[in-house]
């Protein structure tokens, strides 16, 4: 089902702390924090880049798709098709172009023919002339996206016009963070998603919630099962479980009744009942360790909650991460998850490389360089090709682990980390 996307606008002069926490540059902990305020996309609008001539600024994209949970579009310098395959192997779900396209309209084709129309987006100026004509062009050239720059207050008969024209998603652009005025905006403009250009906090989920009173179609939070379907205890509450939607780390454990239920589907913000006090709370409302809703599930006997959250800070109230941090009883067993062996191994080699070691073989190629570890990479890849023939398996399996030992060197080396690898696997499948 599509949806009214809600997009907010970073760049690098941005300074913002919404988060009390280092969690990098101050423009990527606004992506960050949009990304888990409700935003559905955030944008990397470089318009100095596009305006310039300068380069795609492939760096800053990286570090914002590091930090954003959302979809990253990206827009300012393309040139070349070597541009957007840069802009797109940085991160990029989707590049704009403006000056491109217009001195070469052919370019957009190229590009699309190269790496789809969903990946490609032309920029239009509500000030330029003949934007209807040129939208349709670019669009039989394989664009995929238009976004029609300037403010959309007080163009909105011409922006309505182009939407009736044309068959692909239509982004406006406007710098009020009011809910009312937006849902105005769409309801007269028919847009497919408005990018928020303003400096001010702008909260998404009062703006989706302001469409969705207008039944206009938004990504919010909606409960598969009604409230008056939950199995609850003698106080009318229903246990939750918290856990990290990343690492599944068990966080937290809390209580929630129908109001704070709903406040939590309505914020996107865990928020509980305190027995104690008697009262709603949400969690982070004093210490802003907030917990942002990725996924609520229910057990197969509606009694208990599962919430996967992005976890701002720590969960618990003594300053641990998790709440279960006292051992009770043990025993042995082997708790071997590939995923943290892959981490422990990588997080070693990094910490070889900013802290030598005496002896280290993995000081060894750190200290020859790039070109022997790829000498060692082409080795490794040899041997298991020879070990592959042979049809004991325990060669292959010491040959890949080989292997795999030096691609992580060579990770290390060139600055890639394992959550790069694993999001590009989860994007081709």
């Known amino acids: 089902m599509s949806f009214v996307k809600i997009i907010t606008k970073v760049n690098v002069s941005d300074n913002r702390d919404l988060i009390k926490k280092d969690l990098g540059n101050d423009y990527t902990i606004k992506a960050y924090s949009y990304s ?9 609008m470089d318009m100095v880049a596009e305006d310039s001539g300068k380069e795609p600024a492939i760096e800053e994209i990286k570090a914002i798709e590091k930090k954003a949970e959302v979809p990253l ?11 957007v395959k840069k802009m797109l192997y940085a991160g990029a779900n ?51 996206h238009i976004w029609l720059i300037g403010n959309a207050s007080g163009n909105e008969k011409i922006i309505k016009d182009i939407r009736q024209s044309i068959d692909v998603p239509i982004m406006i652009s406007t710098d009020s963070n009011d809910a009312s005025t937006i849902t105005e905006l769409v309801k007269a403009t028919n847009a497919d998603a408005v990018l928020y250009t303003g400096s001010s906090h702008i909260d998404c989920m009062a703006v989706k919630h302001a469409l969705k009173a207008e039944n ?48 939590t589907l309505e914020t996107g913000r865990m928020t509980y009942f305190s027995r104690s006090r008697g009262k709603l709370w949400v969690k982070g409302e004093e210490s802003s360790h907030f917990q942002f809703v990725k996924e609520l599930i229910i057990d197969c006997d509606k009694d208990t909650i599962l919430a996967k959250v992005s976890q701002i800070g720590v969960a618990c109230h003594t300053g641990n991460r998790t ?49 022997k570890i790829l000498k060692k990479v082409g080795e490794e890849c040899t041997e298991i090709v020879i070990a592959a023939k042979n049809p004991d398996p325990e060669e292959i399996k010491y040959e890949i682990s080989d292997f795999l030992y030096h691609c992580m060197v060579l990770m290390v080396e060139r600055g890639v980390t394992w959550e790069d690898i694993m999001k590009e696997l989860d994007n081709r499948h």
């Not at 943290?340 to 070889?352: L, P, S």
Request: aromatic share 12%; proline share 4%.
């Open 216 to 263: 206009i179609p938004v990504n919010t939070f909606e409960s598969a099962v009604p409230f008056s379907e939950f199995k609850l205890n003698s106080d009318g509450l229903i246990p939750c479980i918290v856990q990290d939607y990343k690492t599944s780390e068990v966080l937290m454990m809390a209580y929630m009744n129908e109001e704070s239920y709903n406040k």
């Open 323 to 371: 709440c279960f941090f006292t051992p009770l009883a043990s025993k042995e067993y082997n708790s071997t998850n590939p995923l943290t062996v892959f981490n422990e191994v990588y997080n070693t080699i990094v910490d070889r490389k900013n802290n030598p070691k005496e002896g280290s073989y993995t000081n060894y190629l750190f200290d020859k360089g790039i070109d």
């Open 73 to 83: 579009i990206a827009y300012g310098g393309v040139k070349r098709l070597e541009d």
């Open 94 to 144: 989707l590049v704009y172009m403006r000056k491109a396209a217009i001195d070469d309209i052919n370019f957009v084709k190229e590009m699309s023919d190269r790496f789809g129309s969903d990946k490609i987006g032309v920029a239009i100026n509500l000030s330029d002339s003949n934007i209807k004509e040129f939208a349709i062009k670019v669009i039989k050239m394989g664009a995929g």
């Open 36 to 44: 888990n305020e409700g935003a559905d996309e955030v944008a990397f």
